[in-house]
């Protein structure tokens, strides 16, 4: 997965359904209707997949969307440079498997299984939502515990600074004991050393 401008470059749809809500519209919006989203297209769709919308669902509104027939029609000429890659055969294949597959839902499955995919889907969104909030949490931690780490090592440093200081002082009358002592302990600060 390559980036640039700030969005990734997916290479097939598995890629492209596991980005975080936002950034996979984003994308969609890119690889579908070859432009940036709109503020109320990405507010809308960030709403729908709050409801338990999927994102296959997205992708597939995206792809039936007028503006991506309107693509469709004027780039028909150029139909076999545009599915020659992974995901533009892959996004094809989703958007005619969900056509068949509608009939198979009115008639086998009825309202309750798309209710509670729909509840998955919901919950998904809040989970994902969940873990962002906490991964930002770790991180704001983590920055917080290395500033106390930077802030105790800097005094740990200051206090052992005016120890070396005091240890400077009778090194002027005994220059030579001092030096044996901070050799000794250099030995012993050294990794793999014995004490």
Not at 11 to 20: A, R, T, V, Y
Not at 27 to 50: C, I, K, P, W
Not at 141 to 155: A, I, Y
Request: proline share 2%; hydrophobic share 35%.
């Amino acid at each position: 997965m390559n980036s640039s401008a700030g969005i990734p470059h997916v290479e097939n749809i598995h890629e492209l359904l596991s980005l975080p809500s936002s950034l996979f519209i984003r994308v969609a919006y890119q690889r579908v209707l070859r432009r940036e989203a709109d503020e109320a297209g990405l507010l809308n769709y960030m709403d729908a997949l709050s409801k338990g919308f999927g994102k296959d669902s997205i992708l597939i509104s995206l792809m039936n969307s007028d503006e991506a027939r309107q693509l469709n029609n004027a780039n028909k000429s150029s139909v076999a440079s545009t599915n020659s890659d992974v995901l533009s055969r892959e996004l094809a294949q989703l958007c005619e498997v969900h056509h068949k597959n509608r009939l198979v839902d009115r008639i086998f499955r009825g309202r309750r299984s798309r209710v509670k995919r729909k509840e998955l889907n919901a919950l998904e969104f809040k989970l994902e939502g969940m873990y962002l909030s906490i991964l930002d949490r770790v991180k704001s931690e983590n920055l917080s515990m290395l500033d106390r780490v930077k802030s105790e090592t800097l005094q740990e440093m200051a206090y052992r600074l005016d120890l070396h200081h005091e240890v400077e002082k009778p090194a002027q009358n005994n220059l030579g004991a001092v030096k044996f002592i901070q050799a000794q302990r250099r030995l012993a600060s050294r990794p793999g050393s014995e004490g």
